[in-house]
């Protein structure tokens, strides 16, 4: 079974150009979570996605950041514009809510560098 | 706020020895705990999740332990190996909700 699927692995931008990430989870896994990580820092959570909805974008700067899970697998991350303290590794995961533990499956994460 | 801390932030033993992390939350109000290895420009691993009513799991040489009361869970990692050497990290999914909250780490080494 494939894992959680992320690209691009690395990104390069300069300040105030936008960027988009794409992650396509486990199949069959409705819940869906972009994370930020920080260098020597735990991921934090940015939005959560169950099914098409965002039931947690709580901590999403939405001035910049926006997300999209349009059918309710693959989904998109974009800043626009980027600004050079977005440099950080953006992770997605996974889970299928009904469990009762809904462990959290994480993809490789896509590095981003805003020069 | 759930803070999650995690003793050492670094540490390296030598090979053959038993490694022991340890993890701490400051609200015992969880829904269960989860630890995960990082290798450097890597995803996180799931290495074990301990739900609030367990007291400990185990998985080959790796084995987890939770005392929610305390707000404690401690790693233990038989007879380490260099390919043991990555960061672990702990996070607890907060009751109520699917959030995460993440400890920054313990980078281990393990050398040969």
């Known amino acids: 079974e494939a894992g959680v699927v992320q690209s691009p692995r690395y990104k390069i931008i300069e300040k105030k150009q936008p960027v988009a990430f794409w992650c396509n989870p486990i199949?069959?896994?409705?819940?869906l979570y972009w994370y930020l990580q920080n260098l020597g820092q735990g991921p934090e959570l940015l939005i959560r996605y169950e099914n098409e909805e965002a039931v947690d974008d709580s901590q999403l700067p939405k001035d910049r950041f926006s997300a999209e899970r349009l059918k309710g697998v693959d989904s998109t991350l974009k800043i626009q514009p980027a600004e050079l303290g977005d440099s950080a590794v953006y992770l997605c995961?996974?889970?299928?809510?009904?469990?009762?533990?809904?462990?959290?499956?994480f993809g490789p994460g896509t590095r981003l560098t805003v020069l | 706020k759930q803070e999650v801390t995690q003793i050492p932030a670094a540490l390296s033993v030598p090979e053959g020895e038993n490694l022991v992390l340890n993890c701490s939350f400051t609200d015992s109000a969880i829904y269960n705990l989860q630890w995960f290895r990082q290798d450097p420009g890597k995803g996180l691993t799931s290495l074990l999740l301990i739900q609030s009513s367990q007291r400990e799991q185990t998985s080959g040489r790796l084995n987890a332990s939770l005392d929610k009361s305390s707000g404690r869970s401690t790693l233990y990692i038989a007879a380490s190996q260099p390919g043991d050497s990555a960061t672990y990290l702990c996070a607890v999914r907060l009751g109520g909700n699917n959030r995460l909250a993440f400890g920054k780490g313990n980078q281990v080494v393990v050398i040969p």
């Open positions: 995961a996974s889970s299928l809510s009904g469990r009762s533990y809904n462990e959290q499956f």
């Open positions: 199949s069959g896994h409705n819940t």
